[in-house]
Every structure is written in structure tokens, then in C-alpha cells.
């Protein structure tokens, strides 16, 4: 008896490494652990998401669609998992962007995005202070639903004029008289 119970057990450890072996490794790309997380993008590039054990870090790696690393994104998280600060890397490991997530004192919402360029210090002559080259703000309504981002680019570049040829289509005063008329020439 002993003997048979031995060959059932070899054959059943032989069929399940015969059953294992036709996976390959890009489908083993696909099994998630607690720890890892994979995203297919439809372009076909992909994102790999590896958190740290302790929830501190988590790192986000951007594949081109041939397998190419394009970027890697380092966030240090708080102990919410909410990102208090991220670097941002091209694909050969060159820091190209640091951000500073910012966040509502009572509520906790996140409020502010501020990006700064790591190659290129960028210094507020009235405070000597860093200035970002990009912020995104956002905004809740009364049900605490978070707005698209409101950006704000900071980098010097040309005028409203100079790119689009026109003055802007802003108002520049009230089109309406104290009377409820409409101003004369006004478009």
C-alpha cells in the first residue's frame, strides 16, 4: 500500500510540472502579488506599480510596447497611502521632475500639485525660493467630488498676443450700462 500511495503522489507532482510548463514568461508578467500591480495601456505600452512592505513607497515603471522602460516614478507615501512627494525619472534613470502633493489642513483632501524641474533650479527673486514649473489645483463641490485639475503653467513663454495673433476675448468691463443697456462698439 505504501508503494502505491507513493506512485499516485509521483504522478500527480509529474502531471502538475508537464501542466506548468507551457506558461511563458510574459504570462507570469501578468500574476499580481499583494505587493505588485501591472496596468496594459492602449497604446500597448505597460505600468508595473511595486509597493514597499511597509506601504512607504511605491514605485510606477512605464514599458514602451517593445519592453522598453520610458519612465519611473518614485512616491513617498504618508500613513493614509496618500503621495506626499514623487520623483519623476526618464528611462535611463536621469531625474527629470521632483512634485509636492498638498493637501487640505482639515478635510485631508489633496488641493495643490507642485512640480519642479531637478535639472533646472528655478529661483523667485522676491522670496529666493524654488519656483515650480507647473501647479495643478483642485477643487470640491458641496458633495466632495474632486474637479478636473486646474493647471497652471509657470514657465516663461510668449503672451496670449504673440501666440494667438489677438487680444484675448476676456472682458475687459461690463458690456452693460447701470440701465441694462449694452455699451455701444461693444461686441
Not at 506512485?7 to 500527480?12: A, T, Y
Not at 504673440?162 to 443697456?181: H, M, R, T, Y
Request: glycine share 8%; net charge positive.
Amino acid at each position: 500500500m505504501n508503494l502505491l500511495a507513493t506512485l499516485k503522489n509521483l504522478w500527480i507532482a509529474i502531471a502538475l510540472l508537464l501542466l506548468a510548463a507551457p506558461c511563458r514568461a510574459s504570462d507570469m508578467e501578468d500574476v499580481e502579488g499583494p505587493n505588485v500591480r501591472f496596468m496594459r495601456h492602449e497604446d500597448g505600452s505597460k505600468s508595473v506599480f511595486i509597493r514597499s512592505p511597509d506601504n512607504k513607497t511605491l514605485t510606477k515603471k512605464t514599458f514602451s510596447p517593445n519592453g522598453v522602460l520610458t519612465m519611473l516614478t518614485t512616491y513617498k507615501m504618508d500613513a493614509n497611502g496618500n503621495p506626499l512627494g514623487c520623483k519623476i525619472r526618464d528611462g535611463l534613470n536621469e531625474e527629470l521632475f521632483k512634485v509636492s502633493y498638498g493637501y487640505h489642513r482639515v478635510t485631508g483632501l489633496l488641493v495643490e500639485e507642485l512640480m519642479f524641474d531637478s535639472r533646472v533650479k528655478r529661483i523667485n527673486p522676491n522670496t529666493g525660493k524654488e519656483m515650480p514649473v507647473q501647479k495643478l489645483v483642485y477643487i470640491y463641490d458641496a458633495e466632495g467630488k474632486r474637479s478636473a485639475p486646474i493647471a497652471y503653467n509657470l514657465l516663461p513663454g510668449k503672451t496670449f498676443e504673440q501666440v494667438f495673433g489677438i487680444k484675448s476675448s476676456a472682458l475687459e468691463s461690463n458690456p452693460f450700462k447701470e440701465d441694462g443697456s449694452i455699451k455701444s462698439g461693444a461686441h
